[in-house]
């Protein structure tokens, strides 16, 4: 059984790495936004956690926005990280 990859399939696997590297990062920075105007405090903070627990502590983070009584929309938030949430998971999968 021949299992080496083509050219395409290498193509395809590092475009799926780059896109999820992007996603990830954009979370990223928008936890570090929300944590402090001292990037290297989010930095610290997000450093050693994996997406799930990014994606929580994204979703946290903007909720407690709307309690504190500044505009979010929460709801838009939840659907957008629920779909990368998705996406993630039946990559990994």
């Given at each position: 059984?021949d299992?080496?990859?083509?050219?395409?399939?290498?193509?395809?696997?590092?475009?799926?790495?780059?896109?999820?590297?992007?996603?990830e990062?954009?979370?990223?920075?928008?936890?570090?936004?929300?944590?402090?105007?001292?990037?290297?405090?989010?930095e610290?903070?997000?450093?050693?956690?994996?997406?799930?627990?990014?994606?929580?502590?994204?979703?946290?983070?903007?909720?407690?926005?709307?309690?504190?009584?500044?505009?979010a929309?929460?709801?838009?938030?939840?659907?957008?990280?629920?779909?990368?949430?998705?996406?993630?998971?039946?990559?990994?999968?």
């Amino acid at each position: 059984m021949d299992t080496s990859m083509t050219n395409d399939h290498l193509v395809s696997l590092g475009g799926i790495t780059v896109e999820y590297a992007r996603l990830e990062h954009f979370i990223s920075e928008f936890i570090w936004a929300l944590i402090a105007s001292d990037r290297r405090i989010g930095e610290t903070i997000t450093a050693r956690l994996g997406f799930r627990a990014r994606a929580t502590l994204l979703r946290a983070l903007f909720h407690m926005l709307s309690l504190s009584g500044i505009p979010a929309d929460v709801d838009s938030l939840d659907v957008i990280v629920t779909q990368a949430e998705t996406a993630v998971q039946s990559g990994t999968t």
